[in-house]
């Protein structure tokens, strides 16, 4: 099992530890609900070291071709959110991809399927005027509404931003994204560097939080999750997420497939449920409308932050409408649920 630059670290401060995609990470240090609300309320420190980062040199226009968004347009310092998917529309992976320099971009994909996305895009380069290679050193996130407390630096760095920077004076990339529904920043430094920007970032206030509180803070946050709300089963638009789709662009890996569905609009639509009573749906279970099935539930859980059940579904279009009453076969019990809009939470500071 590989291991991080900060495996030691999260030994010392005791934490449970999980093989994720090949990697041993850090599950938790204590409390999943402690965790989760430090991020909610202060600062939490996470290591993504397992996320795969490969970067992209030469032609932009490559980018276009092998991706559902339109790469070229973004700009110098900037990120912008898309997908990598199958000739047939499914999707292979979700990512975020910054672009460095005029002809430098990092993707950053689900440490799952690093390895697809690094073949894939390999594989789509023949013809063009690139290389693809993996990038190599370590991801830190800091989020949560306290996190430019701790960095001190950053206020100036738009959403969906990187720049060079330098922290305890060591030279890293500041990126301004994340995946809590918290303000928040990535930290991209090398292995050498790791510890002592860790050390650095919890000594101003920064908490250790593991994977664990991340999954519930995603799903309040309405964002998905691979393998969850998103597979190569469905398309960018079975999950409401069609806008990344750039389907003007002249021709892209899956363009036929993805511009059929968008015509003629998906069966099923990702919708968001909030459930009676303290038992949550959880992931596989059934969605029911006047005793028929008509979707199925793709993550659940209790939100620590609202305190009540909360989930995601996939469920049949005409129902994916704020305000449908359903229900959800929760081990042979039906219990009541409503469709709501997504995010659950929006945070307000």
């Not at 850090?26 to 980062?53: C, I, K, N, Q």
């Not at 950053?108 to 290389?131: K, Q, S, T």
């Not at 750039?246 to 021709?251: F, I, P, S």
């Not at 497939?257 to 015509?263: F, G, I, Q, T, Y």
Request: aromatic content about 8%; proline content about 5%.
């Amino acid at each position: 099992m590989r291991r991080t630059a900060l495996f030691d670290v999260h030994s010392r401060l005791g934490a449970s530890f999980t093989d994720f995609a090949g990697w041993s990470m850090p599950l938790r240090y204590g409390s999943d609900l402690a965790e989760h609300h430090t991020v909610r309320d202060g600062a939490g420190l996470f290591d993504l070291s397992h996320m795969g980062r490969i970067r992209v040199s030469g032609d932009p226009a490559f980018l276009d071709w092998a991706l559902v968004g339109r790469m070229s347009a973004v700009k110098v310092g900037r990120a912008k959110y898309t997908m990598l998917c199958h000739t047939n529309g499914g999707v292979l992976d979700d990512l975020v991809v910054y672009r460095l320099a005029e002809r430098e971009f990092l993707v950053v994909a689900n440490a799952a399927n690093a390895a697809v996305v690094r073949a894939m895009l390999g594989e789509h380069a023949n013809g063009y005027d690139v290389r693809v290679d993996e990038q190599p050193g370590v991801l830190i996130a800091v989020q949560g509404p306290m996190s430019l407390d701790v960095l001190g630096t950053g206020a100036d760095l738009p959403y969906y931003g990187i720049r060079p920077d330098r922290l305890d004076g060591r030279e890293v990339l500041l990126a301004r994204t994340g995946y809590t529904g918290e303000d928040g920043f990535e930290i991209y430094c090398s292995a050498g560097d790791a510890p002592a920007i860790w050390e650095w970032a919890a000594a101003r206030g920064a908490r250790p939080c593991g994977l664990a509180c991340r999954d519930t803070l995603r799903l309040e946050a309405g964002m998905p999750l691979y393998g969850h709300e998103l597979s190569v089963r469905s398309t960018p638009f079975h999950a409401g997420l069609g806008r990344v789709v750039a389907l003007d662009k002249t021709d892209f890996v899956g363009a036929a497939a993805l511009r059929s569905v968008a015509a003629a609009g998906p069966g099923t639509l990702l919708a968001g449920l909030v459930t009676e009573g303290r038992r949550a749906p959880r992931a596989g279970y059934r969605v029911l409308h006047e005793g028929t099935d008509v979707g199925v539930v793709t993550s659940g859980a209790l939100s620590p932050t609202l305190g009540h059940p909360v989930a995601m579904a996939q469920v049949a279009a005409a129902l994916a409408v704020p305000g449908t009453k359903l229900a959800v076969d929760i081990r042979g019990t039906r219990v009541d649920a409503e469709v709501v809009a997504l995010p659950f939470y929006r945070r307000t500071r």
